[in-house]
């Protein structure tokens, strides 16, 4: 891998050629594999600069928009291109200045909740504008209902598809958020082991969010209780906007896990633990990055003698 940046870095037309095959890798699984195009705009970021980061972006986005085109339309493929290159090219730019992934992660994640806010505004009703939509996908919500039916669950293909369009845009804004911080994580880990090999592990273990984003959760929390108490039911918006920051807090807590095995505080077992609760028990590591704004459980455990940093 380091041989590998090193000579793709060398010149920064090779960008351009590398992130035209990572595209076509990625469309073989998107949106799964969509950070590596990404990944490879903010290595040449990193590395050598707008240049070759936009080499990598103009590559990458050709194969994209062409095989999305026949489903969408070529102008339908080139916004796809966007969605997948855009976030990770402004979020790497923001970590080449600011020099901290926590930063840009900060960024990332107050950027997801104002887009889950923007739709809310400009749609006015997102969730009604999904509803003509599930009569194609109406087969699948049959064989959901059947499915949870056998399982012992009792709803509708219309109730499912309700609930679905419900979290649709809050989802797509998290996965967005996921996606660009994955990207972040590829690029920099890629750049560290050409450039400066453990910088990627200390800045990933020193994640944080911060107690501004914190203190937004919270206020989204209280105005979803308080909302759900006066009309039984919670305010959408901000639901979806504790939807999107429990994603956030996952990946906090992910990196107080790390930062906890580096000061050799927990063992191996406990963090293949925590990736395990990720699947099983999400809200519990929800609940651990959130705490950890207040706890600073990296700062209480600090390294001790003898204690690996690696």
């Given amino acids: 891998m380091n041989k590998f ?5 060398a010149r920064p037309i090779r960008s351009l050629f590398a992130g035209t095959v990572l595209a076509v890798l990625a469309l073989i699984a998107l949106p799964v594999l969509a950070w590596l195009p990404a990944g490879l705009v903010v290595l040449g970021l990193l590395a050598t600069g707008s240049g070759a980061a936009t080499l990598a972006a103009a590559g990458a986005a050709l ?17 796809v291109a966007a969605a997948v290159l855009v976030p990770a090219y402004l979020a790497g730019s923001l970590l080449v200045h600011s020099r901290s992934l926590s930063v840009a992660f900060q960024a990332v994640t107050l950027a997801a909740c104002a887009l889950v806010l923007l739709v809310r505004l400009v749609l006015g009703d997102p969730t009604g504008v999904l509803m003509p939509l599930l009569d194609v996908f109406r087969p699948a919500l049959e064989e959901t209902a059947r499915a949870l039916a056998g399982l012992g669950v009792e709803r509708t293909p219309e109730e499912i598809g309700e ?19 994955t990207s972040l994580f590829a690029g920099l880990w890629a750049f560290a082991a050409m450039r400066e090999p453990g910088l990627f592990g200390r ?31 919670a305010w959408a918006p901000a639901e979806d906007v504790l939807f999107v920051l429990a994603g956030a807090f996952l990946l906090q ?37 959130f705490a950890d704004t207040w706890v600073r459980f990296r700062d209480r455990f600090g390294a001790r003698p003898g204690a690996s940093q690696g």
């Fill in 163 to 181: 609930a679905t369009a419900r979290v649709a845009w809050a989802t797509g804004a998290w996965m967005l958020l996921l996606h660009t911080m």
């Fill in 63 to 79: 194969p994209i928009a062409w095989g999305f085109s026949p489903v969408i339309g070529l102008g339908g493929g080139l916004v």
């Fill in 203 to 233: 800045q990933f273990r020193g994640l944080r969010l911060g107690s501004l984003v914190a203190w937004a959760a919270m206020g989204a929390l209280l105005v979803s209780f308080a909302t759900q108490w006066a009309s039984g039911r």
């Fill in 5 to 9: 940046a090193e000579w793709l870095t």
């Fill in 253 to 289: 807590a992910l990196a107080v896990v790390h930062g906890l095995r580096a000061t050799q505080a927990i063992g191996p077992v406990l963090v293949a633990m925590a990736y395990v609760g990720v699947l099983l028990v999400p809200m519990a590591l929800v609940g651990l990055g």
